[in-house]
């Protein structure tokens, strides 16, 4: 269908006339809009920035304001706010993969991402040059920022002390910026003495984070062991030696009548109390099968309700109710149990379905010695049980687990938001800390890495021949926006300071950066401000994918919303 609306035009209607309410951005429009958005997120992210960055008090749940977070974290601040702009979403996308894959940074790639597109759109809508131009110039600039990079990692995962003092940097670096600043070298020892406790494994499952409110920071401890955040049941023992344990999900409240959609007519109470006793009944069946392998303390994810409890209790076995699913699936394995949901046949431990493997592996005919048993399930066991006190609450203490890197990290604070935060921190802290142990290269913060990478930048854009120099002195002047930001949000002078760090490292002096103790510009060396190579390095790349596909875009198709189904008459 052909429309006419005036001699000689004609606009051919490509929509459909009952899909009203799409919208159409095109050319400059299309990418002024993706460029607006864009930025705008960085820069609700950018005062954030650095160890004197500012906090986002985020607010939800209606009227009342009931859910409060304040966080300076740029994936939690950005996983939490409506973004209605596809752009802006591209970045909160990029934010959210740099926390998934290093832990730290998220603040940073998106600030980094948005600098490349204040460029970007100076260098499009004002001197008109083509985003292709842009991209290669952009493509070329990256490959020398990476190997500029490169050059000024340090590896010192041969030497156990350097390396350890490495990480403990890195810790204080990544914490500098948080909530715990003020307790910065008892965290920072304390996430590092968790991370080296796991022996070079990167399972973060192995350390638990529990958080208690009251006392102070400074109250925070580290503990081996696994700390279980549940209690025993009521006048049950609390202490046992090496008990043989029971992990399960199953449901453990068939005492009660629970009938769901049906009448059952009774002629007397008397027919009531047969139909409660044949319930206890076939609830003492099930508690007698998990009892018939002389285990000494049951854990369940559910419930257990009085009567099987009682049983429980006559029978000398504790038993912890309805703990978390995270919390079960961590004690599994921290006790090298399997989490059973049936109870016909259980392993001891894992030594024996180790022996059994290495009999059936002898037997000449290929039978197996109990195909069944691992499936249904296999008890765990360690040193000792315990209930432990941290301020007025009890918890339950796991002590000389089979996995000796299990650790457990305890937070002390004044209230639930500042728990909340420092949780975010020490995570954060661990992640970072996991990803340096299997990278071990690092380089130094304070934005010497970023001035390094923009001044090798512009030795190759006079190089240079054509319009991608523009684009490559672009992405340098985006790289120095870095150190600028950290001296603006400490309210430092950021023109005199880059100034002086672009003649410092003009001179070859690579190790000067922003020094946040003098307000002036220092020895990243000296001061022990040190960041994870692989971190840098996945910040540069995700900015500048993210960006260029932003800055590759031309047109914004905004579908029609679906039509309400009005019903057929």
């Not at 954030?48 to 601040?77: C, E, F, R, Y």
């Not at 290495?358 to 000449?364: E, G, L, Q, V």
């Not at 008890?379 to 996995?403: A, N, Q, R, Y």
């Not at 000796?404 to 420092?422: K, N, P, Q, Y």
Request: glycine letters at 8%; aromatic letters at 4%; a negative charge.
């Amino acid at each position: 269908m052909i429309t006419s609306t005036g001699a000689g035009s004609f606009i051919p209607q490509v929509f459909k006339k009952e899909q009203q309410g799409h919208q159409i951005q095109k050319g400059d429009h299309a990418r002024l809009s993706s460029f607006i958005g864009a930025i705008a997120v960085a820069d609700l992210v950018k005062t954030t920035l650095g160890p004197k960055g500012m906090d986002k008090m985020l607010v939800s749940g209606g009227p009342g304001g009931s859910d409060v977070v304040v966080t300076n974290d740029g994936a939690t601040i950005l996983k939490k706010i409506p973004v209605d702009n596809p752009a802006a979403k591209i970045l909160v996308n990029i934010s959210m993969t740099q926390d998934d894959e290093v832990g730290d940074g998220t603040t940073s790639v998106v600030v980094l991402a948005g600098e490349l597109l204040r460029e970007a759109e100076k260098l499009t809508l004002m001197m008109k040059l083509h985003p292709q131009t842009i991209i290669r110039g952009w493509r070329n600039a990256l490959k020398i920022a990476k190997v500029a990079l490169e050059s000024c990692a340090v590896d010192n995962k041969d030497d156990e002390k350097k390396f350890k003092k490495d990480l403990l940097n890195i810790a204080k670096t990544t914490l500098s910026s948080k909530i715990v600043t003020s307790e910065l070298e008892f965290f920072a020892k304390l996430c590092v003495d968790a991370v080296l406790r796991l022996k070079g494994s990167i399972d973060l499952d192995m350390i638990q984070i529990i958080k208690k409110q009251g006392g102070t920071m400074r109250d925070s401890f580290l503990d081996s062991g696994f700390i279980l955040d549940k209690n025993f049941g009521l006048s049950m023992k609390t202490e046992y030696k090496n008990p043989r344990i029971m992990v399960a999900n199953t449901g453990m409240d068939t005492d009660k009548i629970k009938i769901w959609g049906a009448r059952v007519k009774v002629h007397s109470m008397d027919e009531v109390a047969q139909i409660e006793i044949a319930e206890k009944q076939k609830m003492k069946k099930k508690v007698d099968k998990i009892l018939s392998h002389n285990i000494d303390i049951f854990i369940n994810r559910q419930l257990i309700y009085d009567y099987p409890e009682e049983l429980f209790r006559e029978a000398g076995v504790g038993s912890i109710e309805h703990a978390d699913f995270d919390g079960v699936e961590r004690l599994a394995r921290v006790l090298d149990a399997e989490i059973c949901s049936t109870f016909e046949k259980i392993d001891d431990t894992k030594d024996d379905s180790k022996d059994d493997e290495k009999d059936n592996k002898d037997k000449p005919d290929g039978k197996t010695k109990d195909a069944t048993t691992s499936k249904l399930g296999r008890l765990g066991t360690c040193e000792s049980v315990s209930e432990l006190m941290i301020g007025e609450d009890t918890v339950i203490k796991f002590d000389g687990v089979p996995k000796g890197e299990a650790c457990t990290i305890v937070l002390r604070g004044a209230s639930t938001h500042l728990l909340d935060e420092m949780e975010r921190s020490i995570h954060d802290a661990l992640c970072i800390l996991t990803q340096t142990i299997r990278e071990s290269k690092v380089v130094l913060g304070g934005g010497c890495c970023e001035l390094l990478m923009a001044q090798a930048v512009d030795q190759n854009s006079v190089k240079t021949k054509g319009k991608e120099a523009l684009a490559m002195d672009a992405f340098a002047r985006a790289l120095r926006q870095i150190p600028g930001i950290l001296a603006d949000n400490a309210g430092f002078d950021a023109a005199e300071i880059v100034t002086a760090l672009r003649s410092e490292h003009s001179q070859g002096n690579h190790w000067m950066g922003v020094c946040m103790d003098t307000g002036s510009i220092g020895d990243m060396r000296k001061y022990g401000v040190t960041e994870s190579y692989k971190s840098k390095l996945q910040c540069l790349t995700s900015a500048a994918e993210a960006a260029e596909m932003i800055l590759r875009v031309d047109d914004i198709v905004k579908c029609a919303p679906r039509p309400r189904d009005t019903g057929r008459h």
